[in-house]
């Protein structure tokens, strides 16, 4: 049924920690492909290699301990096994820890499948002194065990051989698991009742359902009422032998059963293996006593939380200013194939695509840091740190709700100061618990990512400068206190009905990570998030810009800014007067071409470093055009070694810098004329009489919404938003002052803490969308913010208006309410746990 | 006795699991077996939660998980 004419489908199963993920790897190579399964967030991985000529697709399961319906992962390994029939699985145990991942193997036995059983990680067991005897395992599980050691490369042809012959010869007698005299006639009759069933029966193997409905297993029994007319009477006579047994026996079947398999697995052990020497104190208990220790403990997972951010979030940045200006040449590229630039209007077909590059590289930025911390996700995944991370924080992060695996998404995200939320969402992958997993989520874009820093340093800067330190540690941790109390809060609302999975968690040994798995892993996913969001970011910056630039201003104020520029062109034909030289330079279309000489030059200048790259951009411009040239220095240039004064050059200079100046200032009220009267301009000015509670006016309403689209233009919307006609060299920070005149700091707290709560941008709302599996989640991060945002803004500035609180007082006064809010959420008894 | 109340370095081992659903099934499915030893570890440095040392592995309960699994000091 699975193979079509060459392709043979297998799917690899085990155990979490043993080694599953490199053996996948080593199978199949590069030749992998991820997805999700559908319908769910758990990523499947698919990869294929030639084995004698012929392809065999490998299907890599999630790793389980067992296959009940409790777990997302274990439903979703089962489903596959039960539908999609491969022709063979995979089991890859831990040959150190036999006994345990026995556990599984004889789950997937009773499934029917011809079984592989791969011993991986001999070289470990042997270190400890465990001697396998792999015929006789072989011989008690009537399947091939082929031994490897996956990250050495070790086994692999001998395994693929046994792939390959498995899956064309299947099994002829499985192992099968003897549950003892009491409840073996009872497997017995419901088998015999479930065979009648041919739409069961050619469907599923029925010892395994048997076995199901006798550990009461949900999926098992909607499989029976989804197949069978009689599921009535099947269902009830199993719940009946059910209860019988537990009656008679003092036990329930599902006990029963899981206590059998775990014996059997002690039997076959005892019979295959033999140890030399008994284990003492390993390498991983020497670590823990110090990295799980009361107090070096901490002090260790602090180190690491603090080396992660130094790592990640400061180099990392430190590398985007040397991947940025290749990102700024390639958009210069793209401008440069635009139509070119007008004098005081712009072409939409150059203003829009280059507002759509500029969105596009703003998180292109990023994607070193993706890659930094995608690696270091990896390594604290394949080390075994994580669960010793969560090992130490649960006790904390219950309390809200969430889970001891919740701290690291949140260091991501920006715990302290700077974080990117679209890392930190993804982090929140390797959570089982659903209900912390979607909490964590949800509070990840609360922290303080890099992109609102650039925001609060020129708020604070301006209305906080006497107390810098004070207000930036505010901002900073008043985002965490906020966010466990919305963890808290959800947890009692929205995800009520979540599945919240017992911690039981297993601390693997220690395990040092390979390059090649760490590397393969982060640029999988930076890859799948570059290709995923690209479209998504272009789509959204094309619908922002219309919002902000359409319906554009009146045709009347059109023709009065074009008379205006033409007014300005003829003075400064006037000033540089008719018998200068360069005035026919100038003429027509010619003056457009010197005005892009000049931005250019200017840029150009700007960006240069030192006196060599001075040099060297005037060089450049010299033989660009020599005539222009003379006039951009002013009239002072070498000829053959010789410096020239020329005045009328000097001349030109002088009325061109006039020009400039009104042209610049004609552009920037053009551009707030747009900007005022575009939709999102008229939306701001429709929702002022209700911020205005919060104290913010419509120019700040139009800046907050612009930077939805990423926060990166929150600071650029400021400042197209804030220019007044004089000067241009005033600082954004004076333009601001000089037009909000009646700005206080209780303002400026109110818009802060509002940017602090201000919805994930695109990119993180995305992945959220992803990690969530679900739409309405998505809808749900992108809205409640706001409302969370403008309450506590409105909170805060009416509040303090009415209590005549200082910008200060009232920064403390929150604080204080926050933390006691905190408190209480933490003191909220969570609803009993399932018994 | 429960599981919980077990101190540092104390071995002990499992007599029931007292209780069922995906609680249960998972403390089964990890080793929690009647007659297995099990051994405490330490407590985390907030004291909950508390690992364990089974079977040759290890691992972490709640104290309100522990609280499931009916023991006899050894």
Known sequence: ?835 | MTLDEVKRDQECEIVDITSEGIMGQRLLDMGFIPGTRIKVIRNAPLVDPVEFLLKGYHISLRHSEAKKVEVNLL
């Open chain 1, 1 to 835: 049924m699975s193979s079509k004419s060459d392709k043979i489908v297998v799917a690899l199963a085990g155990q979490p920690n043993s080694g599953k993920s490199t053996i996948f790897n080593m199978l199949t190579g590069a030749r992998q492909h991820v997805a999700n399964y559908p319908g769910v967030t758990v990523e499947k991985k698919t990869g294929s290699f030639r084995q004698d000529g012929a392809r065999i697709e490998l299907v890599d399961l999630p790793g389980t301990h067992s296959l009940t319906s409790y777990t997302l992962e274990e439903r979703i390994a089962r489903d596959f096994l039960l539908n999609d029939k491969p022709a063979a699985v995979v089991d890859v145990v831990d040959a150190s820890n036999l006994e345990r991942n026995l556990y599984l193997t004889f789950q997937l036995a009773e499934m029917d499948v011809p079984l592989i059983i791969n011993l991986n990680m001999m070289d470990v067991a042997e270190k400890r002194g465990h001697k396998i005897d792999t015929q006789k395992l072989s011989q008690e599980l009537a399947a091939p065990v082929v031994p490897t050691v996956g990250n050495k490369g070790k086994g692999k042809k001998q395994l693929r051989e046994a792939i390959l012959s498995t899956s064309k010869k299947g099994q002829a007698a499985p192992f099968r698991i003897d549950y003892g005299d009491d409840l073996e006639p009872i497997l017995d009759s419901l088998e015999k009742r479930l065979s009648e069933e041919t739409e069961i029966s050619s469907r599923y193997p029925v010892r395994w359902l048997a076995v199901k409905l006798m550990e009461n297993d949900e999926e098992a029994q909607r499989l029976v009422m989804k197949y069978s007319q009689k599921s009535g009477v099947i269902l009830k006579s199993a719940e009946e032998k059910r209860e019988a047994f537990t009656l008679e026996h003092k036990n329930s079947p599902q006990k029963v059963i899981a206590i059998t398999r775990h014996q059997e697995a002690q039997r076959i052990v005892e019979a295959s293996v033999t140890r030399k020497k008994e284990i003492t104190s390993t390498l991983t208990d020497r670590i823990d006593q110090v990295a799980c220790n009361r107090f070096s403990g901490p002090l260790v997972l602090v180190a690491t939380i603090y080396l992660i951010y130094e790592i990640a979030i400061v180099q990392g940045y430190r590398i985007t200013e040397y991947t940025w200006p290749v990102l700024a040449w390639s958009r210069d590229l793209i401008a440069s194939l635009l139509p070119s630039e007008g004098f005081i209007f712009d072409p939409f077909f150059r203003s829009m695509p280059i507002w759509v590059v500029d969105g596009t590289i703003a998180v292109l930025n990023y994607v070193p840091i993706f890659l930094i911390l995608f690696a270091l996700i990896a390594i604290l995944e394949d080390t075994g740190y994580m669960a010793r991370m969560a090992f130490i924080l649960d006790r904390i992060f219950r309390h809200f709700g969430l889970h001891g695996q919740s701290v690291l998404p949140m260091v991501i995200g920006g715990l302290y100061v700077g974080g990117c939320a679209i890392p930190g969402v993804l982090a929140c992958r390797g959570m089982k618990d659903e209900k912390a997993r979607i909490a964590t989520i949800m509070i990840v874009p609360l922290m303080n990512c890099l992109a609102k820093i650039p925001f609060y340093v020129l708020l604070i800067g301006m209305f906080f400068a006497a107390y810098k330190g004070i207000a930036m540690f505010f901002i900073a941790t008043i985002t965490i206190i906020i966010a466990l109390s919305i963890a808290k809060i959800l947890n009692l609302t929205v995800l009520r009905k979540k599945e919240s999975a017992p911690f039981v968690m297993e601390m693997p040994p220690y395990h040092l990570p390979t390059i090649q798995g760490v590397l393969r892993r982060c640029l999988e996913r930076t890859w799948l998030f570059v290709k995923k969001i690209i479209t998504i970011v272009i789509l959204v910056s094309v619908i922002v810009y219309v919002l902000i630039y359409f319906p554009g201003i009146s045709k009347e104020k059109k023709t009065h800014y074009i008379s205006q520029s033409d007014q300005t062109q003829q003075t400064f034909f006037k000033k540089t007067g008719k018998d200068n030289p360069y005035t026919g330079l100038m003429t027509g279309d010619n003056l457009m071409e010197f005005t892009r000489y000049w931005r250019d030059y200017k840029k150009a200048k700007m960006g240069a470093k030192g006196k060599k790259a001075k040099e060297a951009i005037d060089q450049e411009f010299r033989e660009k055009n020599f005539q222009f040239f003379k006039i951009v220095k002013r009239g002072k240039y070498e000829v053959k070694g010789e410096m020239i004064k020329d005045k009328h050059a000097k001349k030109v200079y002088d009325a061109y810098k006039k020009l400039s100046k009104t042209t610049n200032k004609l552009r920037r009220e053009i551009k707030e004329e747009t900007i005022i009267t575009s939709y999102m301009g008229r939306a701001g000015r429709f929702i002022e009489p209700l911020t205005r509670w919060a104290g913010f006016n419509w120019r700040v309403n139009i800046a907050l919404m612009s930077s939805f689209a990423a926060k990166e233009s929150s600071v650029a919307t400021l400042g197209g938003i804030y220019q007044s006609p004089p000067g241009e060299k005033d600082t954004l920070e004076e333009r601001i002052k000089e037009k909000e005149k009646g700005w206080t700091p209780l303002h400026v707290l109110a818009i802060m803490l509002f940017m602090a709560m201000y919805p994930p941008c695109i990119p993180t709302l995305l992945m959220v969308r992803l990690e969530t599996g679900s739409t309405k989640w998505m809808l749900f991060a992108t809205f409640y913010p706001m409302v969370l945002g403008i309450i506590i803004a409105v909170l805060v500035f009416t509040g303090g208006n009415l209590l005549g609180l200082s910008g200060m007082q009232a920064m403390i006064a929150f604080y204080i309410l926050a933390l006691i809010f905190l408190v209480l959420m933490g003191l909220i008894k969570r609803e009993p746990e399932s018994s």
